[in-house]
C-alpha cells in the first residue's frame, strides 16, 4: 500500500477483492474455458425459448392450467431419463454423451420453429418437443454436471459453479428481457430461431473439449446401477436434505407458470419481461460478488439459510400490489437461490466419489428440476382456485414452514463441515492421486517421445 494512501482506501481496496468473483478454474483448465463459454451461448438462447413457450401457449388457449401443465408432461421424462442418464454418465465418455444430448436438443429447437412457422401453429406438438426436452436433458444434465469435477481442480470446484452460475444469470437476464421485445415484435418465430442458432455455436465449442473417459472398472448402465446411486443418496443424509430442501422449495414457490397473468392483474403487461429476468438479477448480483463463497465452510447451514429468504422473497413478491415491489422481491428470491445453488454445488462436488458422481448428478437433477416442473402445476392449479397473488404469497410461507422442518429433522446437513467431513476428505485424497497419476503419465509420454525423435543432422 502506498504511504499516502488513506488507511480506508486499502482497506476498501482488500474488500473488493475478496468479493470479485474466483477466476482460478478460468485460468487454470483449458477444458472449462470452452465448457463455461459454451453454456453461456447456450443458456442465452434457451432462455428465449423459456419465455417464448408459455407465451405461445397462453396466446392459443388462455389458460393458466395450460401454461402450468407444461410442467406435468416433462416430469416423468425428466424422472426416468435423469436417473438414467446419471448411470450412462458414469459409464460412458461424458464428453460424448453431453455432444450428442447437445445436437438432439437443437434439433428439438428446430422443430418449434416448424410448427410456429405454420400459418396455423398446433398446441400438442409444444407439450410433445416439452417431454423430448426434458428428456435429452435429463440424459444430459448428469454429465454435464460429473463433467466438471474432472476438468477443474478439487480445491477450484466452488469458484467453477460460482463462474458457471455467473452467466447462467447474465443469460437469465438478457434471454427473457430479449425474449419479451423480440415475442412482441417479431413473434416466437424468431425466438425459436435465434435458439436454434446458439445450439449451432454451442457443439463447435464443446467438440474441442478433451475426452473424458469413465473411471476403471465402471459399472454398467444397468437399472441396479441406478438404484447403487439412490442407496448412496439415501445413506448421506448430508446430501439427502440437499435434495430434499431445494425440492420443497421449489414445489411450494416457483411461480414462473403464472407470471404472464400476474403482469396482467397487476396492469403492467410491460413486466412480464422483467419478472423472468428479476430472480436472475439478484442471483447475478450474488455471482459477481462470490467471492466469499471460497471461505466458506459449513454449507448444510448456509443452504438452509438461503432457502428460507427464497420462500420470505417469494412471500413478499405475491403479498405486493406494486409492480416494482414485485420485482424487488423476485430479485431477493433469485439472490438467495444463487446462494443455495453454491451451497449445494459445493457439497456435492467436494464429497461424492468420481465412480458415483454421475448417477448422483442424476439424483441431482430430480431435486432441482422436477421441484420447478412440479411448482408450475402447483402455481397455476392454485392460481385457478384461489387467485394468482395468493397463489404466490402461500406458497412462499409453505417453503419457509417445510425448509424449517427438514432442517430440524436432518441434523447431520446443518453439522456439515468440509474442513471435518470425511467423504470430502476422500474425495480430496482421490483427487490429488489421479492429478499425480495424469502428471506421470505425461512426463513419461513426453521422455518418450524424446527419445524417439531423430537426432539432429551434424
Same mark, same amino acid.
Given at each position: 500500500?502506498?504511504?499516502?494512501?488513506?488507511?480506508?482506501?486499502?482497506?476498501?481496496?482488500?474488500?473488493?477483492?475478496?468479493?470479485?468473483?474466483?477466476?482460478?478454474?478460468?485460468?487454470?483448465?483449458?477444458?472449462?474455458?470452452?465448457?463455461?463459454?459454451?453454456?453461456?451461448?447456450?443458456?442465452?438462447?434457451?432462455?428465449?425459448?423459456?419465455?417464448?413457450?408459455?407465451?405461445?401457449?397462453?396466446?392459443?388457449?388462455? !389458460?393458466?392450467?395450460?401454461?402450468?401443465?407444461?410442467?406435468?408432461?416433462?416430469?416423468?421424462?425428466?424422472?426416468?431419463?435423469?436417473?438414467?442418464?446419471?448411470?450412462?454418465?458414469?459409464?460412458?465418455? &461424458?464428453?460424448?454423451?453431453?455432444?450428442?444430448?447437445?445436437?438432439?436438443?437443437?434439433?428439438? +429447437?428446430?422443430?418449434?420453429?416448424?410448427?410456429?412457422?405454420?400459418?396455423?401453429?398446433?398446441?400438442?406438438?409444444?407439450?410433445?418437443?416439452?417431454?423430448?426436452?426434458?428428456?435429452?436433458?435429463?440424459?444430459?444434465?448428469? +454429465?454435464?454436471?460429473?463433467?466438471?469435477?474432472?476438468?477443474?481442480?478439487?480445491?477450484?470446484?466452488?469458484?467453477?459453479?460460482?463462474?458457471?452460475?455467473?452467466?447462467?444469470?447474465?443469460? !437469465?437476464?438478457?434471454?427473457?428481457?430479449?425474449?419479451?421485445?423480440?415475442?412482441?415484435?417479431?413473434?416466437?418465430?424468431?425466438?425459436?430461431?435465434?435458439? =436454434?442458432?446458439?445450439?449451432?455455436? !454451442?457443439?463447435?465449442?464443446?467438440? @474441442?473439449?478433451?475426452?473424458?473417459?469413465?473411471?476403471?472398472?465402471?459399472?454398467?448402465?444397468?437399472?441396479?446401477? =441406478?438404484?447403487?446411486? =439412490?442407496?448412496?443418496?439415501?445413506? @448421506?443424509?448430508?446430501?439427502?436434505?440437499?435434495?430434499?430442501?431445494?425440492?420443497?422449495?421449489?414445489?411450494?414457490?416457483?411461480?414462473?407458470?403464472?407470471?404472464?397473468?400476474?403482469?396482467?392483474?397487476?396492469? +403492467?403487461?410491460?413486466?412480464?419481461?422483467?419478472?423472468?429476468?428479476?430472480?436472475?438479477?439478484?442471483?447475478?448480483?450474488?455471482?459477481?460478488?462470490?467471492? #466469499?463463497?471460497?471461505?466458506?465452510?459449513?454449507?448444510?447451514?448456509?443452504?438452509?439459510?438461503?432457502?428460507?429468504?427464497?420462500?420470505?422473497?417469494?412471500?413478499?413478491?405475491?403479498?405486493?400490489?406494486?409492480?416494482?415491489?414485485?420485482?424487488?422481491?423476485?430479485?431477493?428470491?433469485?439472490?438467495?437461490?444463487?446462494?443455495?445453488?453454491?451451497?449445494?454445488?459445493?457439497? #456435492?462436488?467436494?464429497?461424492?466419489?468420481?465412480?458415483?458422481?454421475?448417477?448422483?448428478?442424476?439424483?441431482?437433477?430430480?431435486?432441482?428440476?422436477?421441484?420447478?416442473?412440479?411448482?408450475?402445476?402447483?402455481?397455476?392449479?392454485?392460481?385457478?382456485?384461489?387467485?394468482? &397473488?395468493?397463489?404466490?404469497?402461500?406458497?412462499?410461507?409453505?417453503?419457509?414452514?417445510?425448509?424449517?422442518?427438514?432442517?430440524?429433522?436432518?441434523?447431520?446437513?446443518?453439522?456439515?463441515?468440509?474442513?471435518?467431513?470425511?467423504?470430502?476428505?476422500?474425495?480430496?485424497?482421490?483427487?490429488? @492421486?489421479?492429478?499425480?497419476? @495424469?502428471?506421470?503419465?505425461?512426463?513419461?509420454?513426453?521422455?518418450?517421445?524424446?527419445?524417439?525423435?531423430?537426432?539432429?543432422? =551434424?
Amino acid at each position: 500500500m502506498n504511504d499516502d494512501e488513506p488507511p480506508h482506501t486499502g482497506r476498501t481496496r482488500r474488500l473488493l477483492r475478496s468479493l470479485a468473483p474466483d477466476l482460478s478454474p478460468w485460468r487454470a483448465s483449458r477444458d472449462f474455458r470452452y465448457l463455461w463459454t459454451s453454456g453461456c451461448v447456450t443458456s442465452f438462447g434457451s432462455f428465449l425459448t423459456y419465455v417464448a413457450l408459455p407465451m405461445q401457449i397462453k396466446e392459443l388457449t388462455d !389458460s393458466s392450467f395450460a401454461v402450468g401443465l407444461i410442467g406435468a408432461v416433462e416430469l416423468v421424462p425428466l424422472i426416468v431419463f435423469g436417473l438414467w442418464g446419471g448411470a450412462l454418465a458414469d459409464a460412458l465418455d &461424458r464428453r460424448k454423451l453431453v455432444l450428442r444430448s447437445e445436437a438432439a436438443l437443437g434439433l428439438l +429447437a428446430g422443430l418449434l420453429l416448424l410448427n410456429a412457422l405454420l400459418p396455423h401453429p398446433v398446441l400438442w406438438p409444444l407439450y410433445l418437443v416439452a417431454a423430448l426436452v426434458a428428456a435429452c436433458d435429463g440424459l444430459q444434465r448428469p +454429465a454435464l454436471d460429473s463433467l466438471l469435477p474432472r476438468i477443474v481442480a478439487h480445491q477450484h470446484l466452488t469458484a467453477a459453479f460460482a463462474l458457471k452460475s455467473l452467466y447462467h444469470n447474465v443469460a !437469465s437476464v438478457a434471454g427473457p428481457a430479449l425474449a419479451g421485445v423480440v415475442v412482441a415484435f417479431s413473434g416466437v418465430q424468431t425466438a425459436y430461431a435465434l435458439d =436454434v442458432l446458439t445450439f449451432v455455436v !454451442s457443439l463447435l465449442l464443446l467438440v @474441442r473439449i478433451r475426452a473424458v473417459p469413465p473411471s476403471t472398472g465402471a459399472e454398467r448402465p444397468s437399472v441396479r446401477a =441406478v438404484l447403487t446411486g =439412490v442407496r448412496y443418496a439415501w445413506s @448421506r443424509k448430508d446430501l439427502l436434505g440437499t435434495y430434499a430442501i431445494d425440492l420443497c422449495a421449489m414445489l411450494f414457490a416457483f411461480p414462473v407458470a403464472v407470471f404472464p397473468f400476474l403482469a396482467s392483474e397487476l396492469g +403492467a403487461d410491460w413486466a412480464l419481461g422483467p419478472m423472468y429476468a428479476a430472480s436472475a438479477v439478484g442471483g447475478l448480483l450474488v455471482g459477481a460478488t462470490s467471492g #466469499w463463497t471460497s471461505r466458506v465452510h459449513r454449507h448444510g447451514r448456509l443452504l438452509v439459510v438461503a432457502a428460507v429468504g427464497w420462500g420470505a422473497a417469494m412471500t413478499l413478491a405475491g403479498l405486493a400490489g406494486n409492480v416494482w415491489l414485485v420485482l424487488f422481491g423476485l430479485a431477493l428470491a433469485g439472490g438467495a437461490d444463487q446462494v443455495s445453488g453454491i451451497a449445494r454445488s459445493t457439497m #456435492w462436488n467436494r464429497s461424492i466419489p468420481n465412480e458415483l458422481r454421475g448417477r448422483m448428478a442424476g439424483v441431482e437433477l430430480l431435486s432441482y428440476s422436477v421441484g420447478p416442473q412440479l411448482g408450475q402445476v402447483r402455481a397455476g392449479t392454485v392460481a385457478g382456485l384461489i387467485g394468482v &397473488r395468493a397463489a404466490v404469497w402461500t406458497g412462499g410461507l409453505a417453503c419457509i414452514a417445510a425448509v424449517l422442518a427438514l432442517a430440524a429433522a436432518l441434523p447431520r446437513l446443518l453439522a456439515h463441515d468440509d474442513r471435518t467431513d470425511p467423504h470430502t476428505a476422500a474425495v480430496r485424497a482421490a483427487h490429488e @492421486r489421479a492429478e499425480q497419476e @495424469r502428471a506421470a503419465q505425461e512426463r513419461a509420454a513426453h521422455e518418450r517421445a524424446e527419445l524417439e525423435s531423430p537426432a539432429p543432422a =551434424v
